[in-house]
Nanobody, 128 residues
Framework: QVQLVESGGGLVQAGGSLRVSCAAS????????MGWFRQAPGKEREFVGT????????YYGDSVKGRFTISRDNAKNTVYLQMNSLKPEDTAVYYC?????????????????????WGQGTQVTVSS
């Protein structure tokens, strides 16, 4: 089992940058595929991106591709989401999630039900 705690959210102006982090408990962090999702008020949870256990494979949702970067540091049990060129429509609660299963390049885990553990979320607000 793994516990996830997000941090780093906040208020930023449009065009700005922000990095959110997700710290995991336990000694098996490197065994999990990690993902980021977001949910805006009144909307469904949206896939942001996912990263393989080693960090060598990453897949992004179309709405953030080219602006957001996911990385992980297995020695620190932490996954990061670097967000650049932020837009007001990026405003949401951002969640990290852990998937016990492997990252399959042909079918990366982009659906929330594929993830086994979730953090509590961190609010990101982008002002126009």
């Amino acid at each position: 089992q793994v516990q996830l705690v997000e941090s780093g959210g906040g208020l930023v102006q449009a065009g700005g940058s922000l990095r959110v982090s997700c710290a995991a408990s336990g000694r098996t962090f490197s065994s999990y595929t990690m993902g980021w999702f977001r949910q805006a008020p009144g909307k469904e949870r949206e896939f942001v991106g996912t990263i393989s256990r080693s960090g060598n494979s990453i897949y992004y949702g179309d709405s953030v591709k080219g602006r957001f970067t996911i990385s992980r540091d297995n020695a620190k049990n932490t996954v990061y989401l670097q967000m650049n060129s932020l837009k007001p429509e990026d405003t949401a609660v951002y969640y990290c999630a852990a998937d016990i299963g492997p990252f399959l390049s042909a079918q990366p885990p982009i659906r929330s039900y594929e993830y086994d553990y979730w953090g509590q979320g961190t609010q990101v607000t982008v002002s126009s």
